[in-house]
């Protein structure tokens, strides 16, 4: 009963000053709604980023990363103060490739986190056509898994991915490729290895992943094929690509990989820290601009709550002498930010909804998107109504206490 | 303690820090007995409001001891002292402090809705009670900031009577008052004391208001005179 009472002076002093209180509740309104706005574009941004990157990326490579620097055996065996002179050393590369894949196809498949493994062949080519001659890398593939992982068929712009699995004679090409080489569907294209083979390819598709580098110099053959290219055994492969769950979590998976598996595995991250200091970063921004909002709708609170107090005080000070308590005064206070906190924060995720779903509209026709990229996660919401809880409280609570302070000698007698 | 002493006022002396410090209250030791109408008189700078201050508890920077209805105050907490306040104390100040965005209803209900010992309905018909014997039962629905000077010093005396204080404490009751209404906030207070054997204290400078009264205490210069 003594709350309700609280509650209603809080009550009758937000609704007698309406305007201090509706500007008030805009400054929430506004920081939150920009809040909102702000993480769901970053977010849309950094999911676009992550679609894209991982297009041509998958979440663990494992490769054959090459013998070590072994060029000074002497050293090894006599130690550092022995002097030792050789020339011209030369690395003896005792395997190429991953050996034994089943086994470890078989092991990576166990790990819970794992959903998708698919295995390939990149050999470093050049294209030719007559006489255009460009450097790539031509992947032998497992055509369905390839496409679980990558997603490769919904790049494809002429022609089928599927295709892939049944023509060992068709190589499916970059668009950016094709074009440098002039070809077309049905055109036929020369790969040259680097061991001097040379064999003729007929093109059966065209894929464009919009990531400029993939699309200039990206081409795929069935698996079966590139083996054959290589003159290599069926169990021969380059890489073994693996996604997890959740591609922020490869750590673990990697870390127990990586002692049992006598090949690099590396994940993404390694590989591409840019990609995600990259993402952090727009975290970061997104972040430090919302809050900077929160911050100053939270001075505006502080502000129209000290204005407030300051019209108030002579009640205050008659509140206290009639037998109210600092507590008391603390609460009616708080309450009122707690209001405005509270109804700003869900008219400013409406307002933060409305605003990221026309900036959504806004057309981007570059890399391969139509409209401004645009994330809708519940959990900046929640989290903006929080923050945004949080700041009224704090820009309320430092008022309140300063009401609750008030001697109401000092304001009656003056 | 004798208890037919409403308050006792034991040695207290208070000082003054700025602009330098100085002795306002002078060793000064007194007894209101209940059912008394008191007057606290004294020229501007005498001392009387800043006595009536220490009185009402919630002054609490001052030597000396401080009872009422037997109970020791000096030494309580404040927000002890805020509940003694709002169980044993009525105030009705010289501007009448009521909270002008609330109705009238509502302002003399304040102090009983606090004190949470009856329900709501209960401080609904005392409060009415106390405005129709104060003859504003007519007003109980109105804002307190639309009533006259007059009838806003009586609501707010009806907000001091609503938890049947032991002391009723007027700083100025009728300083902002015309002498109609004077005299009728004067009626109001000796009839309270006279058939209710209600405690009052009031600090005045009105002569007349102090003369009618049942005891005056003259203050000069920190001391009784």
Known sequence: MMLSTNYKIAAVHL??????????????????????????????????????AFTALAHIRIYNDGPADNTNLVKKV?????LSNIRNAKVIQYTEGIKNTAAIFNLVRKQPEVIGITPQININVFFRNSGNKLNGTLSGVDVENEDRLFNISTYMIAGKWQDLQYRPDGVILGSGLAQLLSLNIDDNVNVLTSDGVTKNYKVIGIFQTNVANTDKTKAYINISAARQLLAKNQDYVTDIQVNVNDFEKTAPVVARLAPVIPYKVESWQMSNQQLEAGSKLRDIIAKAVSLTILLVAGFGIYNIMNMTINEKIKEIAILKAMGFSSGDVTSIFLTQ?????????????????????????????????????????????????????????IAGYLPAMKASKIDPVDIIRS | MDSNIALKADHIVKYFYQPEPFEVL??????????????????????????????????????????????????????????????????????????PEFN??????????????????????KAYQNLKILGLEDQALKLASKLSGGQQQRVAIARALINDPAIIMGDEPTGNLDSKNSQMVFDIFRELSHTQGQTIITVTHDEEFAHKSDRIVEMRDGVFL
């Open chain 2, 26 to 99: 002078k060793d000064l030791s007194f007894e209101v007995k209940k059912g008394e109408f008191l007057s606290l008189t004294g020229k501007s700078g005498s001392g009387k409001s800043t006595l009536l201050y220490v009185l009402s508890t919630m002054d609490t920077d001052y030597k000396g001891q401080l009872q009422i209805n037997g109970e020791l105050l000096t030494g309580q907490s404040l927000n002890q002292l805020a509940a003694f306040r709002n169980k044993h104390i009525g105030f009705v100040f010289q501007f009448h402090y009521l909270l």
């Open chain 1, 337 to 393: 930010a707690m209001v405005i906190g509270v109804i700003g924060g869900f008219i400013g995720m409406i307002l933060g909804f409305i605003v990221a779903d026309i900036v959504n509209h806004i057309p981007f026709k570059i890399g391969g998107l139509n409209y401004l990229p645009m994330a809708y996660h519940i959990k900046d919401y929640a989290l903006s109504f929080i923050f945004g809880l949080i700041t009224t409280l």
């Open chain 1, 15 to 52: 609704t007698s000053r309406i305007k201090q209180t509706i500007v008030a509740l805009l400054g929430v309104t506004f920081g939150i709604s920009m809040y909102v706005f702000m993480n769901s574009f970053m977010t849309g941004v950094n999911d676009t980023q992550t679609v894209l």
């Open chain 1, 78 to 82: 006599y130690g550092q103060n022995t």
């Open chain 2, 104 to 125: 009238v209803m509502d302002n003399v209900m304040l102090p009983a809705l606090k004190l949470k010992s009856k329900s709501v309905e209960e401080i609904k018909e």
